[in-house]
């Protein structure tokens, strides 16, 4: 079983930048970012693998990064130049030995 916490999310204006995280009770060979806003189908935002190699959702390429320190089992995905479109409730969800776990979700709005 892995429990994962997430942290970083709130209300930020258009163009501001916001640092999510997700920390993992153990090490995870694939982390990913999921967003769900309200009456939306839930999508991918970001995965990073064990290997390093990084897949975005196409909106958020060049403004969003993923990344991770395997020392603390955290996953990060930091945020720029925010639009209201990124909206939503962000989880991160983690695959060890085959399995997928997620967090508990953390709002992200954006507003003016």
């Known amino acids: 079983q892995v429990q994962l916490v997430e942290s970083g999310g709130g209300l930020v204006q258009p163009g501001e930048s916001l640092r999510l995280s997700c920390a993992a009770s153990g090490f995870c060979a694939v982390m990913s970012w999921y967003r769900q806003a309200p009456g939306k189908e839930r999508e991918l935002v970001a995965t990073?693998?064990?290997?390093?190699?990084?897949n975005y959702l196409d909106s958020v390429k060049g403004r969003f990064t993923i990344s991770r320190d395997n020392a603390k089992n955290t996953v990060y995905l930091q945020m720029l130049d925010l639009k209201p479109e990124d909206t939503a409730v962000y989880s991160c969800?983690?695959?060890?030995?085959?399995?997928?776990?997620w967090g508990q979700g953390i709002q992200v709005t954006v507003s003016s």
């Open positions: 969800r983690a695959t060890r030995l085959g399995r997928g776990y």
């Open positions: 990073i693998s064990e290997s390093v190699f990084t």
